[in-house]
Nanobody, 116 residues
Framework: QVQLVESGGGTVQAGGSLRLSCAASGSIFSINTMGWYRQAPGKQRELVADITSGGSTSYADSVKGRFTISRDNAKNTVLLQMNSLKPEDTAVYYC??????????WGQGTQVTVSS
């Protein structure tokens, strides 16, 4: 099993910044991709950004140029630096881990609220 624990959510004004952190523990070997998803009220969960064990990254178009994902394999953590936040970024953000390319693990979620 894999446990993912997020931290760093909160409330910020538009234009501000937040950094989310996700710590992985348990059977973390062979977690090849880690990332962040978000879900706003009444909307489907969507991919925000992810990063492979080799460091390749991908981003949703809506966050490109504003968010940066990074990974510390030695510490088993993944970070999401969010800058120039907009009210539409308001959502619950979930850490995600993909192991053996088929096993999905999720954190409990952390609320991010951006006020206008």
């Amino acid at each position: 099993q894999v446990q993912l624990v997020e931290s760093g959510g909160g409330t910020v004004q538009a234009g501000g910044s937040l950094r989310l952190s996700c710590a992985a523990s348990g059977s973390i070997f062979s977690i090849n991709t880690m990332g962040w998803y978000r879900q706003a009220p009444g909307k489907q969960r969507e991919l925000v950004a992810d990063i492979t064990s080799g460091g390749s990254t991908s981003y949703a178009d809506s966050v490109k140029g504003r968010f940066t994902i990074s990974r510390d394999n030695a510490k088993n953590t993944v970070l999401l630096q969010m800058n120039s936040l907009k009210p539409e970024d308001t959502a619950v953000y979930y850490c995600h881990g993909l192991r053996y390319s088929t096993l999905n693990y999720w954190g409990q979620g952390t609320q991010v609220t951006v006020s206008s």
